[in-house]
């Protein structure tokens, strides 16, 4: 259980007044895994390496300070820590955000998880989500390039309503920051983003549904097609998973990817989808679960080998409620026109890849939530 203590990194920094009205939370985990890689197919290194991967180990800081009226103040800077090498230090910002909490809702501005990305993570049964053989690898990619979907929204303001027995609502604006001129591509760029979903999580149901609409994405999800202003990106999910009274668990996603406007007039899009189950007993949990990009259709017509897909076996083991042992085999296989790779903790190495590229990883490892 988290323990709320006023954090010495935070004391430095405030006043007096501030201890008696702030409670801090300091949260994070250490995640670290042996693990081997392996890459193979035409064009490839063939080849395998072995490394210690650190899967988003990370340490926080969150706190409220109560305003009277039901009005609260929130706040949460997080980072990634590099657990793996000697780089030391923090790497990356994470969900760091200030806002407001009241029988409204909640209001937060900053670089947050969206709820596009909360129902990825949602239904993967690799602990945290994180680490290579999530199902992100074809759900959250179209040839070979990230949608969004599973990304974190950075300079963002989102609106959470209120939760109704369970249900809330979402409501989001992404600043892109950027205009640039792309004359030669006919156009400016200006991206921006919006988001709108709902989510209803109580008891041993969870359920979402969510839009994602980018405008001048810069994307380009066409073979030979450069990026260019007037690239409008959309991603429609959906998700839910079920705790059976036998402690068994089934998860399921769906999404529907689009971009058009790209040179030429060609629009792109691909359906893909994930489907999980696992089965625990005792402290021991055993899961499978498998996700599929079918192939690209550029204006209708499909595109012949760009599908990809996935499939991971997992198996943890709880010592305690906040340490467990975990292990995974993954195995990734994409056709001869893509190069999906992992999304987390991707095959690098010196380890060269190329379409058609398949990607195979082991680890065992040790997770603390502390």
């Known amino acids: ?33 042996q693990a081997f890689v392996n890459v193979s197919g035409a064009g490839t290194s063939g080849a395998s390496v072995s490394r210690l991967d650190s899967n988003s180990s990370l340490i926080g800081f969150k706190g409220v300070e109560d305003l009277g009226n039901g009005l609260k103040a929130v706040f949460q800077f997080e980072s990634n820590v590099s657990a793996d090498t000697n780089v030391g230090g923090l790497n990356g910002v994470r969900d760091s955000y200030i806002g407001l909490a009241g029988g409204f809702g909640t209001l937060v501005l900053g670089n947050i998880t969206h709820p596009l990305r909360t129902m990825g993570a949602k239904v993967d049964l690799i602990p945290g989500a994180a ?23 950075a300079n963002t303001v989102a609106y959470v309503s209120p939760s109704f027995g369970g249900l809330t609502g979402t409501v989001a604006y992404i600043n892109g920051e950027n205009r640039v001129s792309t004359a030669a591509a006919g156009g400016v760029a200006n991206q921006h983003a919006f988001q709108v979903a709902a989510q209803y999580d109580n008891g041993p149901i969870y359920a979402g549904v969510g839009y994602h609409k980018v405008n001048d994405s810069g994307l380009n999800a066409t073979p030979a097609v450069a990026a260019s202003a007037g690239e409008n990106a959309r991603v429609i999910r959906a998700a839910g998973t079920y705790m059976f009274p036998s402690k068994t668990k089934v998860a399921a996603l769906i999404d529907s990817f689009k971009i058009d406007g790209a040179i030429g007039g060609v629009e792109a899009k691909r359906l893909a989808w994930s489907l999980g189950v696992s089965q625990g007993f005792g402290k021991n949990t055993i899961g499978l679960q498998y996700g599929r990009s079918g192939n690209i259709k550029a204006d209708g017509v499909n595109v012949a080998d760009t599908s990809s897909s996935i499939a991971s076996l997992i198996y943890t083991y709880d010592i305690s409620k906040r340490t467990m042992i975990h292990a995974r085999l993954s195995r990734l296989n994409n056709s001869s026109e893509v190069n999906n790779g992992f999304y987390n903790n991707a095959v690098a190495q010196g380890l060269t890849t190329a379409d058609g590229a398949d990607f195979t990883g082991g680890m065992v490892g040790v997770r603390h939530s502390f």
Do not use: C
């Open 1 to 33: 259980m988290q323990k709320k203590i006023i954090a010495l990194a935070v004391a430095a920094l405030a006043s007096t007044a501030a201890f008696a009205q702030t409670n801090v939370t300091i949260y994070g985990v250490a995640d670290l895994g």
């Open 131 to 153: 680490g290579f053989g999530t199902m992100a690898s074809v759900t959250g990619q179209i040839g070979g390039l990230h949608t969004g979907a599973d990304d974190r929204a």
